[in-house]
């Protein structure tokens, strides 16, 4: 299957602070990427949804203005946590989609957030 | 009612066993059906998709779709203690948006 490189694996900031988390598509053209966040024993919650060259989409509850996401490439999703606080500490799982369907849909290794 | 439903485990099996995973969902919206398996710390990887109804089988794992009872299984057939991960359904609909349920942890024992 395809590849979907995410960096950094881990990251511990502190209160107040912002992180940014990449998402790549190392050997496919990705029209829509994902992003998913995953707390210990719960299923991925999908967050946004971006097309490339467009402005994401977020799931209801999900704050815009503190998780920015930008599709700048067919190859590149970042996602920017804002302030981030302690309650935002989780695991970030990108997802990229090729044209091909449903199905030709890659997530990344996860990033693990901790908010000190 | 959630729409997804699914048995968090753990469940336990002797190496050698039949697993048996299963999920409700509520949508009847939903067309798509997949099975995703997830190590720990890692990213889901897709294991079996069907559409609709029906089973499909690809070497040891056979997946079922029963759209009437709005049921999805999973069958892991001469399981392996590599076979020990959690296992995530999904599904979607027209919308394309996958919608996830919680994984069922699965531990083989040696």
């Known amino acids: 299957g395809a590849v979907v490189s995410q960096h950094p694996s881990r990251v511990i900031c502190k209160s107040g602070t912002s992180v940014k988390i990449e998402c790549r598509s190392l050997?496919?053209?990705?029209?829509?990427m994902f992003w998913y966040r995953q707390f210990p024993k719960q299923s991925l919650m999908l967050m946004a949804t971006?097309?490339?060259?467009?402005?994401?989409?977020?799931e209801q509850g999900v704050e815009k203005d503190k998780f920015l996401i930008n599709h700048a490439s067919l190859t590149l999703s970042t996602l920017t946590v804002t302030s981030a606080h302690p309650e935002d500490s989780s695991f970030y799982i990108c997802?990229?989609?090729?044209?091909?369907?449903?199905?030709?849909?890659?997530f990344g290794p996860g990033t693990r957030l901790t908010v000190t | 009612q959630k729409e997804v439903e699914q048995d968090p485990g753990p469940l336990s099996v002797p190496e050698g066993a039949i697993v048996s995973l299963n999920c409700t969902y509520s949508?009847?919206?939903?067309?798509?059906f997949m099975w995703y398996r997830q190590y720990s710390r890692k990213g889901p990887e897709l294991l079996m998709y069907?559409?609709?109804?029906g089973n499909k089988e690809d070497g040891r794992f056979t997946a079922q779709v029963d759209k009437s009872s709005k049921y999805i299984s999973l069958f892991i057939r001469d399981s392996q203690p590599s076979d020990s991960a959690t296992y995530l359904c999904?599904?979607?609909?027209?919308?394309?948006?996958?919608?996830f349920g919680k994984g069922t942890r699965l531990h083989i024992l040696p």
């Open positions: 997802s990229a989609r090729s044209d091909r369907g449903i199905y030709e849909q890659y």
């Open positions: 050997d496919f053209q990705a029209t829509t």
């Open positions: 971006s097309n490339e060259g467009s402005k994401a989409t977020y």
């Open positions: 949508n009847s919206a939903f067309q798509y």
């Open positions: 069907t559409y609709s109804s």
């Open positions: 999904a599904m979607s609909g027209r919308d394309d948006k996958i919608i």
